[in-house]
């Protein structure tokens, strides 16, 4: 079994920055890539951001594009989502997957999930 522990939320003001990790354990996980998505209040969830562990190949969402870079630490099997220029419309549960297939933008591409993340932006 693969375990997911996000860390890294908080409440910040909009302009600010966050860093949330992505710390993988559990049995080697020889899975292809990892995303983050975030889940708002009364709506879906959406994909914010994707990295393949190899090669380090990334996939942003629209939204978050020149604002939020992800990367991995292959050593430390984590990976981390600089988030800057935090606006209100960011405030979210942010969530790491883990998937055995290229970076997809889908929620059902991803085999596992950590329980999420808050991150609350004030205006």
């Known amino acids: 079994q693969v375990q997911l522990v996000e860390s890294g939320g908080g409440l910040v003001q909009a302009g600010d920055s966050l860093r949330l990790s992505c710390a993988v354990s559990g049995r080697a996980f020889g899975g292809y890539s990892m995303g983050w998505f975030r889940q708002a209040p009364g709506k879906e969830r959406e994909f914010v951001a994707g990295?393949?562990?190899?090669?380090?190949?990334?996939l942003y969402a629209d939204s978050v594009k020149g604002r939020f870079t992800i990367s991995r630490d292959n050593a430390k099997n984590t990976v981390y989502l600089q988030m800057d220029s935090l606006k209100p419309e960011d405030t979210a549960v942010y969530y790491c997957?883990?998937?055995?297939?290229?970076?997809?933008?889908?929620?059902?591409?991803?085999?596992?999930w950590g329980q999420g993340t808050q991150v609350s932006v004030s205006s």
């Open positions: 990295i393949t562990w190899i090669g380090g190949s990334t």
């Open positions: 997957a883990a998937s055995y297939r290229v970076v997809r933008p889908t929620v059902n591409q991803y085999d596992y």
